[in-house]
Nanobody, 126 residues
Framework: QVQLVESGGGLVQAGGSLRLSCAASGRICSSSRMGWFRQAPGKEREFVAAINWSAGRTFYADSVKGRFTISRDSAKNTVYLQMNSLKPEATAVYYC???????????????????WGQGTQVTVSS
């Protein structure tokens, strides 16, 4: 088990940028994958981005490709989500998640992840 703590959310105007951080306490290993999901009011939780911890391979939802970047700092046990050119439809609570032994799990599905942070609110004004 790991504990995940997100930070960096806030209010930003459309077209602006934010960087979210997720600090993990506990063992993130070479078999782990970290993901970012978001959930807007009245909607289901949706996949945003993921990164394989060891090789750094990244995955993105089509809606954020080219604007969002996921990265990790292994020394700090932290994963980041840089969000540029934000749109009002990005308004949601953003959650960090960890799949400690991902194997062939589907990175887009919330149930593939074992551990979740408490979430951080991102609000994009038009």
């Amino acid at each position: 088990q790991v504990q995940l703590v997100e930070s960096g959310g806030g209010l930003v105007q459309a077209g602006g940028s934010l960087r979210l951080s997720c600090a993990a306490s506990g063992r993130i290993c070479s078999s782990s994958r970290m993901g970012w999901f978001r959930q807007a009011p009245g909607k289901e939780r949706e996949f945003v981005a993921a990164i394989n911890w060891s090789a750094g391979r990244t995955f993105y939802a089509d809606s954020v490709k080219g604007r969002f970047t996921i990265s990790r700092d292994s020394a700090k046990n932290t994963v980041y989500l840089q969000m540029n050119s934000l749109k009002p439809e990005a308004t949601a609570v953003y959650y960090c998640a960890a799949d400690l032994y991902y194997g062939d799990a589907n990175y887009q599905i919330p149930s593939s992840y074992d551990n979740w942070g408490q979430g951080t609110q991102v609000t994009v004004s038009s």
